[in-house]
């Protein structure tokens, strides 16, 4: 795993921006994985601004959805990827899949989602957050660490996390889809990126802690090609924060 501390929040952008694009100039950038929430917004306004044509061309597949709520509610992740995703970095919409969290569908959105992601020839970089319960995707606590694409109750320190975009706790979800921990480390490459204090512990958890489900991210620990991209509040509570300094700033120049 390679952790990558920079001054800010734009930084940790531009830098996960430029593995993506590195990506698509080798032609190996098929399917991208893309994360809804705060996090990843200033990896998509880097990758707006660049405006690379090997990003237009890819296919999208977002982590999850909530259930219940109507695809054209704003918060809803279709609307927010169709939104923040699609449009900025011009995506084609037919190209760029959701799970589908209609309550009359759940049964099987799980199994038609794996199927949609192995059909486009896998994920071949995944953009992750971390919340504060050390989900990723909202593979909460205690998620399978072989989980693929299925529903899951959300922990109320996430709806609380996460009532800052709804009008009040009431209507934030409770239920979501979300693809599996398993289907997150089947991706050729994720790259996770946490700003702020409040993801410190989660952060310390994920990239030095031991494997666990209590912490979900920790799974990434198993991926053979998984970059932590945080800001010094985010890197706050990492006991090797030098030496992760030290490491990047001597990394070989054909290391990528
Ligand atoms: C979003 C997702 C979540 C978020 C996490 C962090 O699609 O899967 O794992 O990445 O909840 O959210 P923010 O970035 O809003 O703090």
């Given at each position: 795993m390679?952790?990558?501390?920079?001054?800010?929040?734009?930084t940790a952008g531009e830098f996960a921006a430029d593995i993506i694009?590195?990506?698509?100039?080798?032609?190996a950038?098929?399917?991208i994985g893309v994360a809804t929430g705060s996090s990843p917004l200033p990896v998509y306004d880097a990758l707006a601004r660049r405006d690379l044509a090997g990003?237009?061309?890819?296919?999208a597949f977002a982590l999850d959805e909530y259930v219940g709520l109507p695809a054209a509610h704003p918060e809803s992740y279709r609307s927010v990827v169709s939104r923040e995703v699609t449009a900025r970095l011009g995506l084609d919409p037919e190209r760029v899949h959701v799970p589908d969290g209609s309550v009359d569908r759940l049964s099987t959105a799980g199994e038609r989602y794996?199927?949609?992601?192995?059909?486009?020839?896998g994920i071949d970089v995944q953009i992750l957050g971390i919340g504060t319960t050390g989900h990723i995707g909202f593979n909460e606590p205690t998620s399978s660490l072989a989980s693929r694409t299925r529903v899951k109750t959300l922990t109320e320190q996430t709806r609380r996390d996460n009532a800052r975009f709804f009008p009040s706790l009431d209507e934030v979800p409770r239920h979501c889809v979300t693809q599996g921990l398993g289907t997150i480390l089947d991706a050729r490459e994720v790259?996770?990126?946490a700003v702020g204090s409040r993801k410190?512990?989660?952060?310390?958890?994920?990239?030095?802690?031991?494997l666990t489900s209590?912490?979900?991210?920790?799974?990434?620990?198993?991926?053979?090609?998984a970059t932590v991209i945080v800001d010094e509040a985010a890197a706050a509570e990492l006991r090797l924060r030098s030496y992760y300094t030290e490491v990047f700033a001597h990394r070989p120049a054909w290391q990528v």
């Amino acid at each position: 795993m390679q952790v990558v501390i920079t001054t800010n929040e734009s930084t940790a952008g531009e830098f996960a921006a430029d593995i993506i694009e590195r990506r698509a100039h080798a032609g190996a950038l098929r399917v991208i994985g893309v994360a809804t929430g705060s996090s990843p917004l200033p990896v998509y306004d880097a990758l707006a601004r660049r405006d690379l044509a090997g990003v237009r061309a890819a296919r999208a597949f977002a982590l999850d959805e909530y259930v219940g709520l109507p695809a054209a509610h704003p918060e809803s992740y279709r609307s927010v990827v169709s939104r923040e995703v699609t449009a900025r970095l011009g995506l084609d919409p037919e190209r760029v899949h959701v799970p589908d969290g209609s309550v009359d569908r759940l049964s099987t959105a799980g199994e038609r989602y794996e199927n949609l992601i192995a059909l486009a020839g896998g994920i071949d970089v995944q953009i992750l957050g971390i919340g504060t319960t050390g989900h990723i995707g909202f593979n909460e606590p205690t998620s399978s660490l072989a989980s693929r694409t299925r529903v899951k109750t959300l922990t109320e320190q996430t709806r609380r996390d996460n009532a800052r975009f709804f009008p009040s706790l009431d209507e934030v979800p409770r239920h979501c889809v979300t693809q599996g921990l398993g289907t997150i480390l089947d991706a050729r490459e994720v790259v996770l990126i946490a700003v702020g204090s409040r993801k410190a512990a989660a952060v310390a958890a994920a990239v030095e802690g031991p494997l666990t489900s209590m912490c979900p991210a920790s799974v990434l620990q198993l991926h053979p090609h998984a970059t932590v991209i945080v800001d010094e509040a985010a890197a706050a509570e990492l006991r090797l924060r030098s030496y992760y300094t030290e490491v990047f700033a001597h990394r070989p120049a054909w290391q990528v």
